[in-house]
């Protein structure tokens, strides 16, 4: 089980919107950066948000991070079928000095 | 263009050992901090182990202490993970990452390059 929480799952419709959350606590989001990661199947993670809200290179303003407190949250809008994939939240453990990931949540594009 | 190119997975009975290799181009190499990251099959992501650029701070997860060491040519623009003592629970895609930073032990900016991976498989 990860320290890290995220939702196994969410889905919407094309073009709506999708929100994962990733919580954790003070030792960890709440005291520390939280980037975020796309996995598309069969392939190796991607880098979409760093340092809570900074898109990565090449990423879309429709994919957005944010945080508050010991929570983080990726958002998702214009959803299209090609976000299908697997994300990931990832932060600094400053109790465990580990880098910690969540457990992933899988976007359905109904 | 940044590529990172690993190798030396492979099947190895319990107790073996194997040594992955990553080399990388496309960016300065001893400015970066590196890190290994395995996925089970089917399973979510971990940190094994992440290396400063200069390769003097190292750090490993819990599970692999003792069993796993992480090292750097910088010359060489590689980097390494010695696995020995290998359990079943080892068994994994491990993926070669650049991180954002150069230091570790402290903070977390990213990881922002990542390799295509390499498998490993600890079975009798």
Sequence with gaps: QS??????????TPGQKVTISCSGSSSNIGNNY???YQQLPGTAPKLLIYENNK???GIPDRISGSKSGTSATLDITGLQ?????????????????????????????? | EVQLLESGGGRVQPGGSLRLSCVVSGFTFN?????????????????????????????YTDSVK???????DNSKKTLYLQM????????????????KQQLVGYSFYGMDVWGQGTTVTVSS
């Excluded at chain 2, 003792?66 to 750097?72: E, L």
Aim: hydrophobic share 35%; glycine share 10%.
């Design chain 2, 84 to 99: 020995n003592t290998l359990r079943a629970e080892d068994t994994a895609l491990y993926y070669c990452v650049k991180l």
């Design chain 2, 66 to 72: 003792g069993r796993f060491t992480i090292s750097r």
């Design chain 1, 34 to 36: 939280v980037s975020w």
């Design chain 1, 3 to 12: 320290v890290l929480t995220q939702p196994p799952s969410v889905s919407a």
């Design chain 1, 55 to 57: 898109r990565h290179s």
């Design chain 1, 81 to 110: 079928t090609g976000d299908e994939a697997d994300y990931y939240c990832g932060t600094w453990d400053s109790s465990l000095s580990d880098v910690l990931f969540g457990g992933g949540t899988k976007v359905t594009v109904l």
């Design chain 2, 31 to 59: 400015t970066y901090a590196m890190s290994w990251v395995r996925q089970a099959p089917g399973k979510g992501l971990e940190c094994v182990s992440l290396i400063s650029g200069s390769g003097d701070t190292t750090d």
